[in-house]
């Protein structure tokens, strides 16, 4: 059993920067971060785009990109976390720059500032399209100098432990050893990430596997709003099921087009705002211009665009198209719409509270109120930081009554069972993945959704019996998870009966009611 005060699952913007915080201000207490890759690798290091904070108040204002953010939200919203997230956003990025972070400027000195869609004023903050590289690099060379921090890489949590509706820590699996440990925590914060590899085609890494909204369901928190899964409008399309390339929003707000393959600008047809409409509106005319077309993808013409400029300002993306043969100096780019962000998730306070004590989310896994139906482009590493920094300055200035567990909590009690098939997971897996991608997609159905329900509670049955006869592995408890999500996710979608945002639901045949 190894007794902490902090433990943090989870190692991306989240996580580090609750633990920097936390750690500054009580020195002589013990911060455990587990994470089930290696310590850089999170949905944090992915995000290209930047952090949308307003710094320019002549042009821009807090009060646009709020109005910005409730549009998006299409009514859901909770205006009060909308405030206070966008009101925070330059001290968060203040602190960001302290510990190194470094964002592109002007030859004058002032933010080289990227629009994308849904946002009225240019108010992006990126470093080229490496944002969430460069701030996971900073942040880990600040934990690296803690020496009350201990980073876990390859450490698998499996579930909470909890009792009479507190936190007391969580089983944790050391990947390597095979050891599962008992970790015994004063307060606990998950900060897990998104759900993406539930669909197979997304813009996440592979470990987006929903971990932490599954461990907390199982606890008994309140999970909602499960049903708003944003999907981004432009992946590069590759004809395989790995994790897709992002070809970042800002590509768009720098003056791409898109098209048809015949060459038809199409989203002139869908919204005033063209290209720079807000990702469900994108992505779903996408989807749209797919289905009439029979075709695989549609295009993104950057060839009108001054080339230097594209280079300098997406140095990754030009390298990839490139390594593939794309010359965007004269090629279209091939896109296509891919599972990148969940707007719900476990439900939290404005101080990232969940409604079991002495745990706490935040970043992705958490549902805040600050998305609604479909999340502003860029809002997200900027929630990541306000609500890290809310629960840092919760636990620090309160004081806190000793919880009457005294005991010490009990080690998991490990069986010797025989390994499970891997070429059931790698199966199930993928039937799984092409089950929500199907059946609860961009565009969802009553009659797919209530055949996924009846096909997750059997597989949902299933993998309970293979979790009691087989050793515990990650492979294993990454398959239950993302079965628990889906599960969530369909659930949630069947009791939707209006159409919001992100979410497009016809029953039988109609579409339900929209509030468009």
């Not at 201990?150 to 579930?159: G, I, S």
């Not at 925590?185 to 900060?191: I, K, P, Y």
């Not at 590493?381 to 009457?404: C, P, Q």
């Not at 089950?435 to 055949?451: E, P």
Request: net charge neutral; with cysteine.
């Amino acid at each position: 059993m190894i007794p902490t005060n902090y433990l943090i699952i989870g190692s991306g913007v989240a996580g580090l920067t609750f633990a920097i915080k936390i750690t500054e201000r009580f020195p002589d207490k013990k911060v455990a971060i587990v994470t089930k890759s290696n310590e850089g690798e999170s949905n944090t290091k992915y995000a290209q785009g930047g952090i949308a904070i307003v710094t320019d108040k002549t042009e821009d204002s807090y009060q646009k990109h709020i109005q910005d953010t409730l549009i998006c939200g299409d009514g859901l919203c909770d205006k009060s976390v909308v405030e206070m997230v966008i009101t925070q956003g330059p001290k968060r990025l203040n602190e960001l720059i302290e510990w190194g972070a470094q964002f592109d400027k002007k030859a004058n000195g002032n933010f080289d500032l990227g629009k994308e869609g849904g946002h009225s004023q240019n108010r992006v903050v990126h470093h080229k399209d490496q944002t969430g590289y460069e701030i996971e690099r900073a942040i880990l060379e600040q934990v690296h100098q803690k020496e009350n921090i201990t980073v876990l890489d390859h450490y698998f949590a499996l579930d909470l432990i909890t009792e009479n509706n507190y936190c007391l820590g969580a089983y944790v699996l050391n990947q390597k050893t095979k050891e599962i440990i008992t970790f015994q925590s004063d307060f606990t914060v998950l900060a897990t990430g998104g759900i993406g590899h539930l669909y197979g085609h997304t813009t996440n890494p592979v470990i987006a596997t929903g971990d932490g909204i599954a461990m907390a369901s199982r606890a008994g928190a309140a999970i909602s709003d499960m049903e708003f899964i944003q999907f981004h409008p432009t992946a590069l399309y590759e004809d395989s099921s790995r994790s897709k390339f992002l070809i970042s929003e800002a590509v768009r707000g720098f003056g791409a087009y898109l098209r048809t393959k015949k060459g038809d600008r199409f989203m002139l047809n869908y919204d005033d705002r063209a290209e720079l409409a807000s990702r469900d509106i994108v992505s779903q005319s996408i989807d749209l211009e797919l289905k009439k077309s029979n075709n695989n993808c549609v295009y993104l013409d950057c060839t009108h665009l001054d080339l230097k400029a594209f280079i300098k300002h997406f140095p990754m993306i030009y390298d990839r198209c490139k390594s593939i043969g794309i010359d965007i100096a004269k090629d279209w780019i091939p896109v296509v719409t891919a599972q990148h962000y969940l707007c719900g998730g476990i439900n939290v306070d404005k101080n990232g509270k969940t409604d079991i004590g002495n745990l706490f989310a935040c970043g992705e896994c958490s549902r805040t109120g600050l998305h609604g139906a479909n999340r502003l482009a860029s809002n997200s590493l900027l929630e990541a930081l306000v609500y890290s920094d809310k629960i840092y300055n919760y636990l620090a200035n309160n004081t806190f009554k000793k919880t009457n567990f005294n005991r010490t909590v009990p080690d998991f009690e490990l069986v010797k069972k025989p390994k499970i098939n891997s070429g059931y997971i790698e199966k199930r897996k993928a039937d799984l993945q092409f089950l929500m991608r199907q059946n609860a997609g961009i565009v969802r159905y009553d009659s797919d959704l209530l055949n996924a329900k009846e096909q997750l509670n059997e597989w949902q049955i299933e993998i309970e019996e293979k979790c009691r006869n087989s050793q515990i592995s990650s492979d294993l408890y990454e398959l239950k998870n993302m079965i628990a999500i889906g599960n969530l996710i369909v659930q949630q979608s069947i009791l939707r009966d209006e159409n919001r945002g992100g979410f497009v639901k016809f029953a039988f045949g109609k579409m339900v009611q929209s509030v468009m």
